[in-house]
């Protein structure tokens, strides 16, 4: 079945550490890609998307993603975390379609 | 950026009974509203696609005449979760297409809880 994988269920850092977590996706064709952070007790926001073009995109918050469509892929980095970046971390996929299928979720705990 | 609101954010009611929520695009027009569900500790549902003026269109497996989505004007839709039961409780976050970027804008989400 077509689906959104986040394989990185919950990550525990301490702030300055490097943070990757992943997303695959198994869809065919072209694909808009997104990673969402839900912080607590807030909505979900747009960290970043990806179109077209570069595949190494910047969002807000010194978040980045690569898109290596080989891999099916759209992990998400960032050098140095901080403590307010504790939040849950949801990729989404759709098909250029306004629909989003989101992957399951990824809890990430920053610890000072 | 543009804001989605959700009301009620948080309601408790019995079972059996019907609950109305309420999302609302508050600085732009949104021809397409989305709702989602969210159980707990998992990922965003999507249920049903809200198109102004029009009959939603809902996913597999998603009971339309349980969920009633109505999208009367295009800053306002509003999921009915009818006859409520306990496994309805669930939280229910709607999101909003910006007419000029096309992003997607989330609403704050409402916790039903059905006792």
């Known amino acids: 079945a077509q689906s959104v994988s986040q394989h990185n269920h919950h990550v525990i850092l301490s702030e300055a550490a490097s943070l990757e977590l992943g997303c695959n996706y198994s869809?065919?064709?072209?694909?808009?890609l997104f990673w969402y952070v839900q912080y607590p007790g807030q909505h979900l926001q747009l960290l970043l998307k990806?179109?077209?073009?570069?595949?190494l995109v910047k969002g807000i918050k010194g978040f980045e993603a690569e898109f290596i469509k080989s891999k099916f892929s759209f992990n998400l980095r960032k050098p140095s975390v901080q403590w307010s970046d504790t939040a849950e971390y949801f990729c989404?996929?759709?098909?250029?379609?306004?629909?989003?299928?989101f992957g399951t979720g990824t809890r990430l705990q920053v610890f000072p | 950026g543009a804001v989605v609101s959700q009301h009620p954010s948080w309601v408790i009611c019995k079972s059996g009974t019907s609950v109305k929520i309420e999302c609302r695009s508050l600085?732009?027009?949104?021809?397409?509203m989305f709702w989602y569900r969210q159980f707990p500790k998992q990922s965003l549902m999507l249920m049903a696609t809200?198109?102004?003026?029009?009959?939603?269109?809902?996913e597999q497996g998603v009971e339309k005449d349980k969920f009633l989505i109505n999208h009367a004007s295009l800053t306002l839709s509003t999921l009915t979760v009818t006859s409520a039961h306990p496994e309805d409780s669930s939280f229910y976050i709607c999101?909003?297409?910006?007419?000029?970027?096309?992003?997607?804008?989330f609403g704050e989400g409402s916790r039903l809880t059905v006792l």
């Open positions: 809200s198109n102004e003026g029009s009959k939603a269109t809902y």
């Open positions: 600085d732009f027009q949104a021809t397409t």
């Open positions: 989404a996929v759709s098909r250029n379609t306004d629909k989003l299928i």
């Open positions: 999101s909003a297409r910006g007419q000029n970027t096309g992003e997607l804008f």
């Open positions: 990806y179109f077209s073009g570069d595949p």
């Open positions: 869809y065919g064709g072209t694909v808009n």
